[in-house]
């Protein structure tokens, strides 16, 4: 069993940063890719970025590559988004989610556990 608890969104400018914060307890975390996606109102969940087990990989969605980063610290049982160079469109809840494997994936159904969430808003 994971628990995923995200923490860091809100409200910026465009072109701002911000950093999201998924902190995760359970025993298993260290050895599962971990995976962000967001769900903006009126449009389907999609991927955003995962990163291996190890942190030796990552991937990207096309709309965000080179401008988030995905990072873990397993010592600290938590994944990081960062969000740079931000626009109106990156607006979304953002999730992050614990995969079954240790590979990245940019599928959701590859992911066992979720978070609740957490709100990020872009103002043009």
């Known amino acids: 069993q994971v628990q995923l608890v995200e923490s860091g969104g809100g409200l910026v400018q465009a072109g701002g940063s911000l950093r999201l914060s998924c902190a995760a307890s359970?025993?298993?975390?260290?050895?599962?890719?971990m995976g962000w996606f967001r769900q903006a109102p009126g449009k389907e969940r999609e991927f955003v970025g995962a990163i291996s087990w190890s942190g030796s990989s990552t991937y990207y969605a096309d709309s965000v590559k080179g401008r988030f980063t995905v990072s873990r610290d397993n010592a600290k049982n938590t994944v990081y988004l960062q969000m740079n160079s931000l626009k109106p469109e990156d607006t979304a809840v953002y999730y992050c989610?614990?995969?079954?494997?240790?590979?990245?994936?940019?599928?959701?159904?590859?992911?066992?556990?979720w978070g609740q969430g957490t709100q990020v808003t872009v103002s043009s």
């Open positions: 359970g025993p298993t975390f260290s050895s599962r890719a």
């Open positions: 989610a614990a995969a079954a494997g240790w590979t990245v994936q940019p599928i959701g159904n590859k992911y066992d556990y």
